[in-house]
């Protein structure tokens, strides 16, 4: 294969040479180049100055970890290090190589379109494949397929081999892949138990048919494009090592946030020159649950020996309180590398801990917090509201809108305007109502019945000709052979469903109603089997949506609200001076004057479900999103928690979140919607409201118990009652490990016999003979 020009091999850059010969000419009046120098404290200088050998640059929340990259960058090209093709600057997103693009261009004072190496690890990884795509079977004019070519492309093999779709779904499929390849597992680096995930051990063959198919079309996905790249490099040393030639600095953006692929990606390009930069806070890391491995920037030393580690802890951003308060909580990390947070903003707000007694109190205290910001003539866009669950919204929302106070939801659509609520709102609305053809028409085949495209247009038709509602439409055509087959078969039994629901309104509760038609129709299963990330969530907005019902005495009287709600929402037209409302995920990188962090309660925050999945590591990255949501304050940073939550319809008590009590008490206050009050005062108050929690609450619950009021640890809280410590839940001790031992025979009542190949605290990895591998508690299962 003959090489390239791009890989002609650059001599060294003479001293000759200006940057306005190595890159583009410089613009008029530009500043001097050395200016960028100017303004960096000491680390961030050290940063930008030490370019040869690795290094490592612990960047915390807010202490300009983008002025420090774009610095180095431009002090690279400044100082005549390498010609700008010769460094790969590697980003997370588009937005953020726009960004370092834009900026280094203002401090060297000219454009930058001479770094065609700067850019998201895909965009560059896709560019790499062009040149080599042959070397993996593939031309250079590959198409890269988007999630429904993808989707589509598994259906047709799915339904090829003969398995049920509807139980092994082709999202489902796609999701493992994505998974396998984000791990950099080819079809034949598959283990035993990633084999079992998929139609009962078919999901290996199912992978490789997809990949095989791929390459008869000329096509990639997404997550071949590093995997492709992985495969290029390892199987040909001579392409590789041009790499290493060509790059002779390479720097890494978000390293926390790197996958197992793009790690094996850079380790492999990062061997020739050893001048590898990687910026990134471990404190951070909270991507877990699509692929980061926080241990990629934790054994960083480790993999380049030598390696020099700069901590950037000055703060720009927020208060002395504020930092103080989650350098703290983040503390009872263990899986960390440790730095400590500090500003010369001194004093500043004390964070706030205010108890609550419900939701709705919880969303009515803090539109009034948000009032009394507004009316201090300060702005709504600069107040945020960061939630652990989507499903928290809804409070907040119908709030703001019943008081007009305007908002935003970053990161997706509103509460009532989401997909699954207004499918559900379809189905209730022609419950009452069999003349609402726009509900009709958006749940006759949600989920599919096999009722397609043709079928509608006859029903539409009929209904037009006859002058009546599609429903009524629907059950005079199928009486005749206008619609055959499985299409009126479904309508037919669509019908019956109807007839059957309507007949129940009078003689069942709306809500238990609600939940009978979201499971007899499908629609409930119908996420349960989609395997996408979002699904859990939308399973969960359901429960959530069953609960607002059951504010109401009657399903009239809701879908009156809901469509008053809608109205209302809709004449407010679009502002730019709102609220923010965004869960803690949407919210990193973001920062604003006033933080609400709300539901921080046992089961909520951190996530039960990520404490029953990912056991330590799931608690250690719950604890970086409470750290990352509290550094999103600049000033004021607010946490709430309620006594009582309504959990999928029905009460439960709530414990405070163990996070609560990790906070240092000498940088934190306890406040109620009255305002501060003395110590003792709100530590009695609270621990009545809560020692009814504590006394209903179960052993096997892991929880922390109320320590703060339980302990005297400062005059801001003062001492609980003697009566909470009786009622207090116990926590498991810390590391506890499992009596089960590696190699072990065991029984699981549901996934059979099989042996245990790992053990973290009470969480088993055991490979069952017949499922797979598994993660389980040890309290599931039993010794065979």
């Given at each position: 294969?003959?090489?390239?020009?791009?890989?002609?091999?650059?001599p060294?850059p003479?001293?000759?040479r200006s940057?306005?010969?190595m890159a583009?000419p410089?613009?008029?009046?530009?500043?001097e180049?050395?200016d960028?120098?100017?303004?960096?404290?000491?680390?961030?200088?050290?940063a930008v100055?030490?370019?040869?050998?690795?290094?490592?640059?612990?960047?915390?929340?807010?202490t300009?970890?983008?002025?420090?990259?774009?610095?180095r960058l431009?002090?690279?090209?400044?100082?005549?290090?390498?010609?700008p093709?010769?460094i790969?600057?590697?980003?997370?997103t588009?937005?953020a190589a726009?960004?370092?693009?834009?900026?280094?261009?203002?401090?060297?004072?000219q454009?930058t379109?001479?770094?065609?190496?700067?850019g998201?690890?895909?965009?560059?990884a896709?560019k790499?494949?062009r040149?080599?795509a042959?070397?993996?079977?593939?031309?250079?004019n590959?198409t890269i397929?988007d999630t429904?070519?993808?989707?589509?492309?598994?259906?047709?093999?799915i339904?090829?081999e003969g398995i049920?779709?509807k139980?092994?779904?082709?999202r489902?499929m796609?999701s493992l892949i994505?998974?396998?390849?984000?791990?950099?597992l080819?079809p034949?680096k598959l283990?035993?138990g990633?084999?079992?995930q998929?139609?009962e051990g078919?999901g290996?063959?199912?992978?490789?048919?997809?990949?095989?198919?791929?390459?008869v079309l000329?096509?990639a996905?997404?997550g071949?494009?590093?995997?492709?790249?992985?495969t290029?490099?390892?199987?040909?040393?001579?392409?590789l090592?041009?790499y290493?030639?060509?790059f002779r600095y390479?720097?890494?953006?978000?390293?926390q946030?790197?996958?197992?692929?793009?790690?094996l990606?850079l380790r492999?390009l990062?061997?020739?020159?050893?001048n590898?930069?990687?910026?990134?806070?471990d404190d951070?890391s909270?991507?877990g649950?699509?692929?980061a491995?926080?241990?990629?920037?934790?054994?960083?030393?480790?993999?380049f020996?030598?390696?020099?580690v700069i901590?950037?802890?000055?703060n720009?951003?927020?208060?002395?309180h504020?930092?103080a308060a989650?350098?703290?909580?983040?503390?009872?990390?263990?899986?960390?590398?440790?730095k400590?947070?500090w500003?010369?903003?001194s004093g500043?707000?004390?964070v706030s801990v205010v108890?609550?007694?419900?939701a709705?109190a919880?969303?009515r205290?803090?539109?009034?917090?948000i009032?009394?910001?507004?009316?201090?003539?300060r702005?709504?866009?600069?107040?945020?509201?960061?939630?652990?669950?989507?499903?928290?919204?809804?409070?907040?929302?119908?709030?703001?809108?019943?008081i007009?106070?305007?908002?935003k939801?970053i990161?997706?659509?509103r509460?009532f305007?989401?997909?699954?609520?207004r499918?559900?709102?379809a189905?209730?609305?022609?419950?009452?109502?069999?003349t609402?053809?726009?509900a009709?028409e958006?749940v006759v085949?949600?989920p599919k019945?096999?009722?397609?495209?043709?079928?509608?247009?006859?029903?539409q038709?009929?209904a037009?000709?006859?002058?009546?509602p599609?429903?009524a439409?629907?059950?005079?055509?199928t009486?005749?052979?206008?619609?055959?087959g499985?299409?009126?078969?479904?309508?037919r039994?669509?019908?019956?469903?109807?007839?059957?629901w309507?007949?129940r309104l009078g003689d069942l509760k709306?809500?238990d109603?609600a939940?009978?038609?979201?499971d007899e129709?499908g629609?409930t299963?119908m996420?349960?089997?989609?395997?996408?990330a979002?699904?859990?969530?939308?399973?969960?907005?359901?429960?959530?949506?069953?609960?607002?019902?059951?504010?109401?005495?009657?399903?009239p009287?809701y879908l009156e609200h809901?469509?008053?709600?809608?109205?209302?929402?809709?004449?407010?037209g679009?502002?730019?001076d709102?609220?923010?409302?965004m869960?803690?995920?949407?919210?990193?990188?973001?920062?604003?004057?006033?933080?609400?962090?709300?539901?921080?309660?046992?089961g909520m925050?951190p996530?039960?479900k990520s404490?029953?999945?990912?056991?330590?590591a799931?608690?250690?990255?719950?604890?970086?999103?409470?750290?990352?949501?509290?550094t999103r304050a600049r000033?004021?940073a607010?946490?709430?928690?309620?006594?009582n939550?309504q959990?999928?319809?029905?009460?439960?008590?709530?414990l405070?979140?163990r996070?609560i009590?990790?906070?240092?008490?000498?940088h934190?206050?306890?406040?109620s919607?009255s305002?501060?009050?003395?110590?003792?005062?709100?530590a009695?108050?609270?621990?009545?409201?809560?020692?009814?929690s504590f006394s209903?609450a179960?052993?096997?619950?892991?929880?922390p118990?109320w320590?703060?009021f339980q302990?005297?640890?400062s005059k801001?809280?003062?001492?609980a009652?003697?009566?909470?410590?009786?009622?207090?839940v116990r926590r498991?001790?810390?590391g506890?490990?499992?009596?089960?031992k590696?190699?072990?025979?065991?029984?699981?009542q549901?996934f059979?016999?099989?042996?245990v190949?790992?053990?973290?605290?009470?969480?088993?990895t055991?490979?069952f003979d017949?499922a797979g591998?598994?993660?389980?508690?040890?309290?599931?299962?039993?010794r065979?």
């Open positions: 294969m003959s090489k390239p020009d791009s890989f002609r091999p650059a060294p003479p001293s000759s940057i306005s010969q583009m410089t613009r008029p009046g530009a500043a180049p050395a960028y120098l100017a303004g960096l404290n000491p680390e961030q200088a050290d100055k030490t370019t040869e050998g690795p290094l490592l640059v612990l960047a915390g929340a807010g300009g970890k983008t002025r420090v990259l774009t610095c431009a002090h690279i090209l400044n100082q005549k290090l390498a010609y093709s010769q790969l600057s590697v980003t997370f588009n937005k726009r960004e370092m693009r834009h900026r280094v261009s203002g401090l060297l004072g454009t379109e001479g770094l065609p190496w700067l998201t690890f895909h965009s560059i896709a790499i494949l040149i080599h042959e070397l993996v079977g593939l031309k250079s590959f397929l429904d070519d993808q989707i589509r492309l598994l259906k047709q093999i339904k090829a049920d779709d139980k092994w779904t082709a489902y796609a994505d998974g396998w390849k984000n791990k950099g080819t034949g283990g035993p990633h084999k079992q998929f139609a078919k290996q063959l199912i992978y490789k048919t997809y990949q095989d198919r791929l390459k000329n096509a996905d997404f071949d494009l590093l995997l492709h790249n992985l290029i490099f390892q199987n040909n040393p001579d392409v090592s041009r290493h030639s060509k390479i720097l890494v953006d978000e390293y946030d790197t996958n197992v692929c793009q790690y990606w492999l990062a061997q020739g020159s050893n590898v930069c990687v910026v990134g806070d951070q909270i991507y649950w699509r692929g491995e926080v241990d990629n920037i934790l054994r960083f030393e480790t993999d020996p030598g390696a020099k901590r950037l802890e000055r720009y951003r927020s208060t002395e504020i930092l989650a350098s703290g909580l983040i503390s009872a990390n263990e899986d960390r590398l440790g400590t947070l500003t010369e903003d500043g707000h004390k108890g609550v007694w419900d709705p919880e969303a205290i803090i539109s009034t917090e009032e009394n910001w507004r009316s201090q003539g702005k709504y866009k600069d107040v945020a509201i960061l939630v652990r669950a989507s499903r928290q919204m809804r409070s907040f929302e119908e709030r703001f809108i019943q007009g106070l305007p908002y939801v990161g997706g659509p509460f305007e989401r997909q699954e609520i499918d559900a709102h189905y209730l609305r022609l419950l009452v109502s069999n609402d053809d726009l009709f958006r085949n949600t019945r096999g009722i397609g495209a043709t079928s509608i247009q006859k029903l038709r009929a037009r000709s006859m002058g009546v599609l429903e439409a629907t059950r005079e055509l009486k005749t052979d206008e619609i055959r499985k299409a009126r078969t479904s309508l039994s669509f019908c019956l469903d109807l007839d059957r309507r007949a709306h809500t109603l939940e009978q038609i979201l129709s629609y299963q996420w349960r089997d989609n395997k996408d979002k699904s859990a969530g939308r399973l969960e907005n359901l429960k959530e949506l069953i609960q607002a019902m059951g504010e109401f005495d009657t399903l009287a809901v469509s008053l709600v809608l109205d209302v929402d809709k004449g407010t679009a502002q730019e709102e609220v923010s409302l869960t803690l995920h949407s919210a990193k990188g973001l920062e604003f004057p006033l933080v609400f962090l709300p539901g921080w309660e046992e925050f996530s039960q404490l029953d999945e990912s056991g330590m799931g608690l250690e990255e719950e604890r970086r999103l409470a750290y990352v949501g509290i000033e004021q607010k946490i709430y928690f309620a006594a939550r959990v999928y319809g029905s009460w439960q008590s709530s405070p979140s996070f009590d990790e906070l240092p008490p000498a934190v206050e306890a406040q919607d305002g501060l009050h003395d110590s003792g005062a709100v009695e108050r609270v621990a009545s409201n809560f020692s009814r209903d179960q052993n096997s619950r892991v929880s118990g320590q703060r302990q005297n640890k801001s809280f003062g001492r009652p003697k009566d909470i410590e009786c009622h207090a498991p001790a810390k506890k490990s499992s009596n089960y590696i190699g072990e025979r065991v029984f699981h549901k059979g016999y099989g042996d190949t790992a053990a973290d605290g009470t969480k088993l055991v490979s017949k591998e598994k993660k389980v508690l040890d309290g599931f299962v039993e065979a």
